[in-house]
């Protein structure tokens, strides 16, 4: 069987006459750059995801980059992160000539771990840091929102800006100490991710800025046209971080059918679950299913499944195994940050953050999509059980 891990032909085929109208609408106009589609999509993401302000940007990776501009981050400030999470997260620190300071994650969720982190918290404001932590970015991977309660909590007692990762996790809900909250609607700033294969995803790059806070959000859109309120005048040293007028149009259409996307992502999810309890490779060890911390929480969306992600033994003879009978997978993510070549002069070695690194060797994402079958679902189990009792 050839199953696609992703099936972005057959998304767009459910919504092509809406797609292309959108589209010769744009090119009727002859209007690319910001205008009224982007910033109607920024008033219905903002609603969306249940902020004031939204400002619309080239990318996830610059959204999170505009963030920490706003927020003054730059040379001599260190960020606190997760060493488990796409380069962008990381690497928007570096390119500030900030210093990105990695804190390990919680082996069930695979999320920034608060324990760990109040851990280090507590020794830099010993003394036992040479830098100045400003901020911290929590990562709500693979579409389940980090524990937010106690990361808040950290950031409100060391004085510290909060800047969410929510590229993978738009629409997920939290169910914070002031009520159930959108990913990206707790910290100071959430970033959102609309690359392709997102949940949300448009035919190129793109980007969001969310926030509660007007004036970071005038920042926000002051950064992202090089520090230009008024044409050829600037007032900050910004950069090109705008979102395309063509994109915020095909957003617009999508956005419209998130939630019940979301759903069958959710149902997707459950099926696998189901289906892996009943094959009994779960409960004897070779396989571990994602865990939904939320779902008894009173939270609606508890987990977005952008990724569902087993943990397994013997992982990449299972992914050769999976290749050969055309399931495609992916692993998200193979070498933690801290062991990445352009993060050497952090000086880290193996063992640093033990829990990052084994789910670096263990992590398997396998297809999940709406358009996703039953019986392609049926047939991905099946292989998997075939290969451990084989």
């Given at each position: 069987?050839d199953?696609?891990?992703?099936?972005?032909?057959?998304?767009?085929?459910?919504?092509?006459?809406?797609?292309?109208?959108?589209?010769?609408?744009?090119?009727?106009?002859?209007?690319?750059?910001?205008?009224?589609?982007v910033?109607?999509?920024e008033?219905?993401?903002?609603?969306?995801?249940?902020?004031?302000?939204?400002?619309?940007?080239?990318s996830?990776?610059?959204?999170?980059?505009?963030?920490?501009?706003?927020?003054?981050?730059?040379?001599?400030?260190?960020v606190v992160?997760?060493?488990?999470?796409?380069?962008?997260?990381?690497?928007?620190?570096?390119?500030?000539?900030?210093?990105?300071?990695?804190?390990d994650?919680?082996?069930?969720?695979?999320?920034?771990?608060?324990?760990?982190?109040?851990e280090?918290l507590?020794?830099?404001?010993?003394?036992?840091?040479?830098l100045?932590?400003k901020?911290?970015?929590?990562?709500?991977?693979?579409?389940?929102?980090?524990d937010?309660?106690?990361?808040?909590?950290?950031?409100?007692?060391?004085?510290?800006?909060?800047?969410?990762?929510?590229a993978?996790?738009i629409?997920?809900?939290?169910?914070?100490?002031?009520?159930?909250?959108?990913?990206?609607?707790?910290?100071?700033?959430?970033?959102?991710?609309?690359?392709?294969?997102?949940?949300?995803g448009?035919?190129?790059?793109?980007?969001?800025?969310?926030?509660?806070?007007?004036?970071?959000?005038?920042?926000?859109?002051l950064?992202r046209?090089?520090?230009?309120?008024?044409?050829?005048?600037?007032?900050?040293?910004?950069?090109n971080?705008?979102?395309?007028?063509l994109?915020?149009?095909?957003?617009?259409?999508?956005?419209?059918?998130?939630?019940?996307?979301?759903?069958?992502?959710?149902?997707?999810?459950?099926?696998y679950?189901?289906?892996?309890?009943?094959?009994?490779?779960?409960?004897e060890?070779?396989?571990?299913?994602?865990?939904?911390?939320?779902k008894?929480?009173?939270?609606?969306?508890?987990?977005?499944?952008?990724?569902?992600?087993?943990?397994?033994?013997?992982?990449?003879?299972?992914?050769?195994?999976?290749?050969?009978?055309g399931?495609?997978?992916?692993?998200?993510?193979?070498?933690?940050?801290h062991l990445?070549?352009c993060?050497?002069?952090?000086?880290?070695?193996?063992?640093d953050?033990?829990?990052?690194?084994?789910?670096?060797?263990?992590?398997?994402?396998?297809?999940?999509?709406?358009?996703?079958?039953?019986?392609?679902?049926?047939?991905?189990?099946?292989s998997?059980?075939?290969?451990?009792?084989?």
């Open positions: 069987m199953i696609p891990l992703l099936d972005l032909k057959a998304q767009y085929q459910s919504i092509r006459e809406e797609i292309n109208q959108k589209i010769l609408e744009v090119a009727s106009s002859q209007k690319f750059i910001l205008g009224s589609e910033e109607n999509l008033k219905e993401i903002a609603a969306f995801s249940e902020v004031k302000f939204a400002t619309g940007v080239s996830g990776s610059d959204a999170l980059l505009v963030s920490l501009m706003a927020l003054d981050v730059g040379e001599g400030d260190a992160t997760t060493p488990f999470t796409f380069f962008a997260t990381a690497g928007a620190v570096a390119r500030l000539k900030a210093r990105p300071v990695f804190c994650i919680d082996k069930t969720s695979c999320n920034i771990s608060p324990e760990k982190l109040e280090l507590e020794d830099q404001s010993k003394g036992h840091q040479d100045q932590i901020a911290i970015i929590p990562v709500h991977l693979y579409g389940q929102c980090a937010m309660n106690p990361i808040m909590n950290l950031a409100s007692k060391h004085d510290l800006f909060v800047v969410e990762d929510a993978q996790a629409g997920a809900e939290y169910p914070s100490s002031s009520g159930i909250k959108k990913a990206g609607a707790i910290g100071n700033f959430g970033a959102l991710s609309f690359f392709p294969s997102k949940n949300l448009a035919f190129g790059d793109g980007g969001m800025v969310l926030t509660n806070d007007e004036n970071l959000a005038k920042k926000t859109k950064l046209v090089h520090g230009s309120r008024d044409k050829y005048f600037y007032e900050v040293l910004g950069g971080f705008r979102l395309d007028t994109q915020a149009a095909i957003l617009r259409v999508k956005l419209k059918y998130l939630e019940s996307w979301q759903q069958k992502r959710m149902e997707k999810a459950s099926y679950d189901n289906a892996f309890k009943e094959s009994g490779i779960r409960e060890g070779p396989i571990q299913t994602p865990e939904t911390l939320y008894d929480k009173g939270v609606k969306s508890y987990h977005v499944f952008h990724q569902y992600v087993i943990r397994a033994e013997k992982r990449d003879r299972l992914k050769k195994f999976l290749q050969e009978k399931v495609p997978t992916a692993i998200y993510y193979p070498l933690p940050l990445q070549k993060f050497s002069y952090l000086g880290h070695k193996e063992e953050f033990p829990v990052a690194e084994e789910a670096a060797r263990e992590v398997l994402a396998l297809p999940i999509y709406p358009e996703l079958t039953s019986d392609q679902q049926d047939f991905i189990v099946s998997i059980q075939s290969f451990y009792k084989g």
